[in-house]
Structures are given as C-alpha cells and as structure tokens.
C-alpha cells in the first residue's frame, strides 16, 4: 500500500518564523510535490522535485524553497512565514499516479 | 493555456439520486485523466485513472468516464458517506511531470 506522510497534522507558528515542512514517501518515486490549497482556489504548485537534488519551481514559489537530500524525503521551507501563508499544505509523491499525504493545515499568527 | 474546469461547483443529492459530476479539459496530448476524492481536513485520495476517449473504471457506486473533451464521474444511489470533494486532474504530454488541478465539485448527499 502507498504511504505518503507529513511531518505535522497542524502547525501554529509566528509571523518570521522560519518553518520546515517534511514529507517522506515509501514508493521509492522520483517525483515528488508541494501544493497548497485555499478555498476557491483549489490546488496550486509550489515546487516540485525530480530527483535529489534537484528541484523546480511550481507556479506560487514566492516565499518558500525546498529540499531534497534524500530520494524519499521532500522538505518544504517558508524562510519567513507570514499570514497570507496559513493555508493546507500537501505534499505528494508520483509514480504513473500522484499520491498525497494527509495534509498539513498551518496557522501563521 | 491547459486548463481543468470541474462542474457543478457544488452538489445536493438525497441519498439513492444519482447524479454525475464533471470535469472538462483542454490540454495538448492527454497523458492521463485523474479522479480524487477528498474528505475535509484531508490529503486527496486516489479514485481512478482514465488514459483514453471511450475507457470506463468503476469502483462500487463510481464510474468514471472519458471522451476526448471532458470526463464524467457517476454516481449512482449514492449514499451520505460518499459526501466529499471531487478532484479531477490531468497530466498533458507538454507538462511533463505536472499535473492541473480542477477545483472541484464538493457533494453532499442527504439522508
């Protein structure tokens, strides 16, 4: 069975925190993605990565950079948070079909 | 510009009325229809994938269907647990490893 997890259910954090988002996937997939996803706007890319070390951007990168040291592991970085960054962060993982974490609903205060 | 619109925004079924959602798509080279389920608070879960005009899946009280414009997702005697958001997504020959997301048709069936 797929497996596709996230560091966190829900986060709080403080406007200019720095936050790590990690999601590890088990599929042994090249491909991996971070989303985030607000009402009314549905899903929208913010990085993805093809292979370790090696990234690209989605189409909202603007305020956060990735990692990926590892082949299972895909780190999402917000350097500084700020409000208009509370939403739900997915991550997901892709062979011939996407596969998604659980989510992850983060609150910048 | 490839583009996913998913109809209606948002559905009202009694439980038993069966109804289908749908997902209209403009991309160059289909490489590959995608449906989703999703629960609130939840990561999308994987329905089914759809590859070429004419190809049908089904999985219990789901259909999902494709022609070379749009999919449907039927839903047939559909009960309250089947309450959720519907994603559809497609992966173009262009787009390489992205996918494009509709923004869903979110169902609420009614006891």
């Known amino acids: 069975d797929v497996k596709v997890t996230q560091s966190s259910r829900y986060l709080v954090k403080r406007t200019g925190e720095k936050v790590f988002l990690e999601c590890v996937q088990d599929?042994?997939?090249?491909?991996m993605f971070w989303y985030r996803q607000d009402p009314g706007l549905g899903l929208r890319l913010i990085y993805f990565?093809?292979?370790?070390?090696?990234?690209e951007k989605g189409d909202i990168p603007e305020g956060y950079s990735v990692s990926r040291e590892k082949k299972e592991r895909f780190s999402l970085i917000l350097e500084s948070a700020s409000t208009n960054q509370t939403s739900m962060y997915l991550c997901?993982?892709?062979?011939?079909?996407?596969?998604f974490g659980p989510g992850t609903r983060l609150l910048v205060l | 510009e490839d583009q996913v619109t998913q109809s209606p925004e948002a559905l009202r079924l009694q439980e038993g009325e069966s109804s289908s959602l749908n997902c209209s798509y403009t991309?160059?080279?289909?490489?590959?229809l995608f449906w989703y389920r999703q629960d609130p608070g939840k990561g999308p879960e994987f329905l089914f994938t759809?590859?070429?005009a004419g190809e049908e899946k089904e999985k219990e009280r789901l259909k999902a269907t494709l022609t070379k414009k749009e999919s449907f997702l039927h839903i047939t005697a559909p009960k309250p647990e089947d309450s959720a958001t519907y994603l559809c997504a497609v992966r173009a020959q262009n787009t390489g490893n992205q996918f494009y997301f509709g923004t869903g048709t979110s169902l609420t069936v009614i006891p």
């Open positions: 990565s093809y292979d370790v070390k090696m990234k």
């Open positions: 991309v160059s080279g289909l490489r590959g």
């Open positions: 599929m042994d997939h090249e491909n």
């Open positions: 997901a993982s892709r062979g011939e079909t996407q596969y």
């Open positions: 759809l590859y070429s």
